[in-house]
C-alpha cells in the first residue's frame, strides 16, 4: 500500500462531499487526488482550495494520470451508475454512501466486487454502526414484538425513508428469518386494515437543519425498547468515510461492510 492513498471524491460539491475536501486536508496517509463534479456544476474549473489557485481544481472528468486509490462517493442514484463504472475502469476501490438505489444497481455493486474493492453503506456512523448489531440482536431475541423505525432529517433530503433507516430494517428482517420486501410497511395513509403480524413500518420526518436521527421501537403488551442514534454534526460520517476508504485500500476484490471497518479499524 502506498505511503500516501489518492482519494478520488465524486459529488465533491455536495454537503458531504465539501465535509471530505476539508477532511481530507488533514488526514495522514489521504491525498485528494481529483473532486469530480457534474460538467454543469457552478464550481467546475474551479480551484478546491481557493488560497491556492495552482491547486487542484474541481472537474467533471479524471485524468489519465489518476490511477490507483480509491473513489469516495456521495452523490446521487441518478449519478451513482458512471461513478461506479469510472471506479472499474480505473481499479479505483469503491466507497459510496449514495441512498436511493434501486435493486438493479445493488446488483451492480455486487458484480463490481468481482474486479475490485467495493464498500457501501448507507451510514457511515461508527454509532449506527453499533446500533445495527443492537437492532439485530434485539429482534432476534424479541420474535413477537412489533417492530417500528422512524427516522428525521434535514427538509432538503431527497429520498425517504432514509437509506439508514431501510438499513435498519433489512437487519431486523434478516435477524428473524424475514424477507424484508414482503414484510416492510414504507407508508400508511388513509383507512387501512389493523397493523399485520411481523410487519417492519416506518416513518419519515423532514425539517430544518436535522442532520440525523433514528430510532427503533420493538414493543409488545406492556411494555416497549426504543433504541436510538442521533447525529449532530455532519463531519461525523465524513470521518467514517475516511477510515473506511483508508482500510479498503489495502483490501482486494470483493464486497466489504462498513460494520468491519468499525470491528477492526486497523486490521
Excluded at 55 to 61: D, F, K, N, P
Excluded at 133 to 159: F, N, P, Y
Excluded at 188 to 209: C, E, H, K, N
Amino acid at each position: 500500500m502506498p505511503a500516501s492513498i489518492p482519494v478520488v471524491v465524486h459529488g465533491a460539491s455536495g454537503r458531504m462531499g465539501q465535509q471530505l475536501l476539508r477532511m481530507l486536508a488533514h488526514s495522514p496517509g489521504l491525498q485528494l487526488a481529483a473532486a469530480l463534479v457534474r460538467s454543469e456544476s457552478a464550481v467546475c474549473g474551479a480551484c478546491v482550495d481557493p488560497l491556492r489557485p495552482d491547486g487542484l481544481r474541481y472537474t467533471s472528468a479524471l485524468t489519465a494520470a489518476v490511477a490507483g486509490g480509491v473513489m469516495v462517493d456521495f452523490s446521487s442514484a441518478a449519478a451513482f451508475d458512471a461513478a461506479l463504472a469510472l471506479a472499474r475502469e480505473r481499479g479505483l476501490g469503491f466507497v459510496s454512501g449514495t441512498t436511493g438505489l434501486d435493486a438493479r444497481q445493488r446488483q451492480a455493486l455486487q458484480q463490481a466486487s468481482g474486479e475490485i474493492a467495493v464498500l457501501w453503506s448507507a451510514n457511515f456512523s461508527i454509532g449506527i454502526a453499533v446500533l445495527t448489531r443492537l437492532v439485530r440482536e434485539a429482534a432476534r431475541t424479541l420474535q413477537g414484538w412489533d417492530c417500528e423505525i422512524i427516522e428525521a432529517h434535514h427538509g432538503r433530503k431527497l429520498d425517504a425513508p432514509s437509506g439508514t433507516a431501510l438499513a435498519l430494517g433489512r437487519a431486523v428482517a434478516a435477524a428473524r428469518g424475514q424477507d424484508f420486501d414482503t414484510v416492510a410497511a414504507i407508508a400508511r395513509s388513509g383507512s387501512q386494515a389493523p397493523r399485520q403480524a411481523g410487519q417492519i413500518g416506518f416513518a419519515a420526518l423532514r425539517a430544518g437543519d436535522i442532520v440525523g436521527e433514528h430510532e427503533v421501537w420493538l414493543a409488545t403488551a406492556g411494555e416497549r425498547l426504543e433504541l436510538v442514534h442521533r447525529a449532530s454534526d455532519r463531519s461525523l460520517f465524513a470521518r467514517g468515510a475516511l477510515t473506511a476508504a483508508r482500510w479498503l485500500a489495502a483490501r482486494p476484490a470483493g464486497c466489504y461492510d462498513f460494520g468491519a471497518v468499525v470491528a477492526d479499524p486497523g486490521a
